[in-house]
């Protein structure tokens, strides 16, 4: 079955990077686009990013562009999220998650928890 | 980019009751749409996509309707294990964007 695991969550001083990676098993990943999904403590989801099947598209939200970056290993089967010049307001659960061409995320993974304290 | 106003924020109710929520996209996203239920400390998990199509495993008293700006996802018959707080998501443009949530508590 699809399993999704994401990794690296930390607490970090705010302005400081942290990167976060989720290996998947049980795709063909590098058929499947792939997204990061953010989650406040107490809040709603968040939408953060997304990255083509192949890697030749990615966009990202509002509140994190220019500061994150999406990316994929095919070889690895790994998806990635950089992210640079961090503020407490992306303290969150940090969830990847799979999606088919057109379709709506389908696969999540159990999340990896990211604090950011100034 | 697409705002989703989802309502009500939060409900109410019994088991076995009928319970409906809506999503209203700000412009129109055919039927790009999923539903999420979401139980507390766990991830996501999709229930309905392209607006109205149930996912593979999900009970048939979950349903989806909806086009265009006006979405609305129905629970026939509340059961214990629905208690949860459901998300919409359009995913028609970038960047994609949820509804506020819908928390669905015991009455």
């Known amino acids: 079955q699809v399993q999704l695991v994401e990794s690296g969550g930390d607490v970090v001083q705010s302005g400081r990077t942290l990167r976060l990676s989720c290996a998947a098993s049980?795709?063909?990943?590098?058929?499947?686009?792939m997204h990061w999904v953010r989650q406040a403590p107490g809040k709603g989801l968040e939408w953060v990013a997304i990255i083509w099947y192949d890697g030749g598209k990615k966009y990202y939200a509002d509140s994190v562009k220019g500061r994150f970056t999406i990316s994929k290993d095919n070889s690895k089967n790994t998806l990635y999220l950089h992210m640079n010049s961090l503020r407490d307001e992306d303290t969150a659960m940090y969830y990847c998650a799979t999606s088919n061409p057109g379709t709506s995320i389908d696969y999540w993974g159990q999340g990896t928890l990211v604090t950011v304290s100034s | 980019d697409i705002q989703m106003t989802q309502s009500p924020s939060s409900l109410s109710a019994s088991v076995g009751d009928r319970v409906t929520i809506t999503c209203r996209a700000s412009q129109d996203i055919r039927n790009d749409l999923g539903w999420y239920q979401q139980k507390p400390g766990k991830a996501p998990k999709r229930l309905i996509y392209?607006?109205?199509t149930l996912q593979s495993g999900v009970p048939s008293r979950f349903s989806g309707s909806g086009s265009g700006t006006e979405f609305t996802l129905t629970i026939s018959s509340l059961q214990p294990e629905d208690f949860a707080t459901y998300y919409c998501l359009q995913h028609n443009s970038f960047p994609q964007t949820f509804g506020q949530g819908t928390k669905v508590d015991i009455k």
């Open positions: 392209a607006a109205s």
């Open positions: 049980g795709i063909i990943f590098r058929n499947y686009g």
